[in-house]
C-alpha cells in the first residue's frame, strides 16, 4: 500500500497528481528547486523538500536527492509526472533498487523504447504496423537506394538517433538521395554524435493519433481510445482531443489493439502512449511509444470518465486494472489546449516574468483547468513555459470547441506573453471547426493564425478612451488653459479641456474629445457599459501597473497613455534636425546660431500637455539655424533647430 507519495516534478503535473494522491487519502511529498520554494505544488502539498539550484540539473534532475528525499519523508512510492526523470531507465532502476515503487513502467520496458531503431524492430517481430522502410545496419549509398526504390518515392531519412523532428530529410527522386543521406549524416553527426540514418515512405499530410494504454502487474492490459495530436508547432503539441474526428470504430478497435499489442510485447506496466501516424487513407504505422503520462491526458480522462492517475497509483501498489476492454466508456469529446508562456510574435520565444494578473476561467460543467501557477508567481527561464492547461468536454466535439473558445475568452493573463490568441485563432478558425485536421494545418493557416499587428477601427479607440478616462486616476489633470488645445471638451464631468493620446502595442491615437455620457465602469465585476444608440455594450477592462487592459475581439489588449515627447526625443536622436515631438508651445530659446554646444546641452524648452520639455542636443556640435521663437505655436514635426556636426 502506497500511504506516502513523492512527486518528483512540479508545475501543473505535480499539482494534478497530489489532488486525486490527496482524495486517495495519500499524504503528498513535494519536492523543488530554490525558485520554487513558493510553487503552488509547494504549497499544495503535505511535505516539501528542497532539492537545490534552479535549474533542473541542480535539483529535479538529481535522482540521489531525490531517493534521500523520499526515504526522508518516509514516501513508500515516486510519481515523475513527465518530462524531467519519467523516461529515466536508470531512475526507475534506482527506485527498484532501493525498495521504492516508480509510478511507472519497469526500467526495462523503458529502455525497450528508449532507441527507436530497436524500438521498430521490437514491434515490427510484434506484429505492429510500420512505415515500410529500412532501419538495419547497413549504411551504405547503395543499401539506401535499394531500399528507396522498394519502398517508392518520396521518402523520408530519419536520424537513428534523432526524435522530435530533428534530422529529418524528404527525398523526391533518386537523383536527390546520394546528396541528401550525406548532408543528412553530417547533420546526424554534429547533432547527436551518430550518422545513421534509416529510411521510410515519406507519408503525406499524415495525422498524429495515439492510443492510451494501461497495463498491470496481472498481465492486463487496455486501451482507453486515442487522442488527435495533429495540431502542433515544431513538433510542440498545442490542441489535443480525444476521440480522433472521424475515426471510424473498427480503425479504433484496430488501432487500439495494435498498441495493447506493442505494450505486451515489452513487458509494460501502468500508464503508456503508442503514438502512429494515420495517413488520409486511414491506414496506420507505429511511431514511437511514451512510457509516462502524457500532457494530454485529461481528454481521455473526459471521454471515459476515468482518472488516470488513481488508475497508476492502483496500478503500482498491485492492484488489477479496474475495467476490462469491454466496459471502457467513450463519451462525448474533448479538446485541450496549452497555455505557454511564448510571445507568438517573437517566433514563439520562450516568455518569462511575473503573472501580474492571472484569472482563470470559472469552473463550469464540461470545464477543467489543470494549473501550477497563481497570480503573483513567476514563470521562470528555468523550466517548461506551459502556464496551464484548458480542458473542455462536450456531447458533441463542436459543443466541446465553443465551451474551450468561451473558457479562453475568460483567461486573463497580464505581465507574461502567452500563446492565448493563438489558441482562440486555433479554436475558432474554419478548418479547426471541421475537424480538418493533419500534421500540417499550423503551417497551412499560418497566415491566418499569425496575422500581422492590425490597425484598429475607430470602436477600438474610442472604447480605449472611454475606458481610459472612467478607470484612470490623474486623467483629469489635464488642463484647461494650454493654448494649442482649445478643440473640444471631456464630458460627464470632466475637466474642460483636455487631451489624451493612447497607445497600443505599435499604435497609437489621440483624441480632441471623448465622450463618457452613458458610460460606466464597475471595478468589482471590472465591467465597462456603454450605451449608444439604445444599445448598451458590455466591456472587460481591467487594470495593472498603470496600463490598462481592454478585452476586444478575443484577446487582451494592453493600452498605455502615450508620451510623445520621448518617442520622438528618441527617433529623432540622431537627425541633424530637431523637430517638434508634438504640438506645443516654445516657451524658451536658450541658444543662438553659431553656437557650439555639448552634447545633451538644452537647446529649447517647448510645453506641451502642461508640462515643459527639454529638447536637447543629441552630440556636441554647432546650432546651424533656429526656425522658432519664444511663444510661438508649433505643430509637432515642424522643424526647430538645425544643427552641424563637429569635424
Ligand atoms: C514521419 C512523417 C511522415 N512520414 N515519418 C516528426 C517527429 C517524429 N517523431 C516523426 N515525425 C514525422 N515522421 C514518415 N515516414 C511526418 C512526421 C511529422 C510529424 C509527425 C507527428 C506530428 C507532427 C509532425 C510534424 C511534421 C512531421
Known sequence: MINTLLIANRGEIACRVMRTAREMGITTVAVHSEVDRQAQHVLQADIAIGLGGAKPADSYLLIDRILAAAHASGAQAIHPGYGFLSENAGFARACEKQGLIFVGPPASAIDAMGSKSAAKALMEIAGVPLVPGYHGEEQDLQTFVTAAERIGYPVLLKATAGGGGKGMKVVEHEAELAEALASAQREAQSSFGDARMLVEKYVLQPRHVEIQVFADQHGNAVYLHERDCSIQRRHQKVVEEAPAPGLSPALRQAMGEAAVKAAQAIGYVGAGTVEFLLDARGEFFFMEMNTRLQVEHPVTEAITGQDLVAWQLRVAQGEALPLTQEQIPLNGHAIEVRLYAEDPDQDFLPASGTLEVYREPAPGIGR?????????????????????????????????????????????????????????????????????????????????????????????????????????????????????????????????????????????????????????????????????????????????????????????????????????????QHAGGLQAPMNGSVVRVMVEPGQQVEAGAVLLVLEAMKMEHSVRAPEAGRVKAIFCAEGELIAESTLLVEMEEQA
Open 368 to 572: 477543467r483547468v489543470d494549473s501550477g501557477v497563481a497570480e503573483g508567481d513567476v514563470v521562470s527561464p528555468f523550466y517548461d513555459p506551459m502556464i496551464a492547461k484548458l480542458i473542455a468536454w462536450g456531447e458533441t466535439r463542436e459543443e466541446a470547441r465553443l465551451r474551450l473558445l468561451a473558457m479562453l475568452r475568460e483567461t486573463v493573463i497580464v505581465g507574461v506573453q502567452t500563446n492565448l490568441k493563438f489558441l482562440t485563432r486555433i479554436l475558432a478558425h474554419p478548418a479547426f471547426a471541421q475537424a480538418d485536421l493533419d500534421t500540417g494545418f499550423i503551417p497551412r493557416h499560418a497566415e491566418q493564425l499569425l496575422p500581422e499587428p492590425e490597425a484598429f477601427d475607430d470602436g477600438f479607440w474610442s472604447t480605449a478612451a472611454k475606458a481610459w478616462l472612467l478607470t484612470m486616476p490623474g486623467t483629469s489633470a489635464a488642463s484647461a488653459s494650454s493654448p494649442w488645445t482649445g478643440l473640444s471638451s471631456w464630458r460627464a464631468g470632466l475637466p474642460a479641456q483636455s487631451r489624451l493620446h493612447l497607445r497600443c502595442g505599435e499604435l497609437e491615437q489621440p483624441f480632441a474629445a471623448v465622450d463618457v455620457t452613458d458610460c460606466s465602469y464597475s471595478p468589482d465585476t471590472q465591467t465597462l457599459l456603454i450605451t449608444e444608440a439604445q444599445q448598451t455594450r458590455r466591456y472587460s477592462v481591467l487594470i495593472s501597473n498603470g496600463a490598462l487592459y481592454l478585452h476586444w475581439h478575443h484577446s487582451w489588449r494592453r493600452i498605455d497613455r502615450f508620451d510623445p515627447i520621448a518617442e520622438v526625443e528618441h527617433s529623432h
